[in-house]
């Protein structure tokens, strides 16, 4: 995608809801950073808890 022009969303990255332990979570924010592909996300969340949790998670990546 990135070499034609195009954006990449990453969509239900946690595995709709099946992969939310902290490693799968860690994974999935990994793989879609750092692979190049991914220009944004979506993400489904339930609380701010989870939003500064995804919030810390993606800063500590993209920081590394």
Do not use: P, W
């Not at 879609?32 to 701010?48: D, F, K, Q, V």
């Amino acid at each position: 995608a990135k070499k034609n022009g195009t954006g990449c969303t990453g969509m239900k990255i946690f595995g709709e809801g099946r992969h939310v332990s902290d490693a799968e979570r860690e994974q999935s924010f990994k793989f879609a950073l750092t692979e190049g592909n991914t220009h944004c996300m979506t993400l489904g969340m339930e609380s701010i808890t989870q939003v500064n949790d995804a919030v810390d998670r993606v800063m500590k990546i993209v920081k590394g």
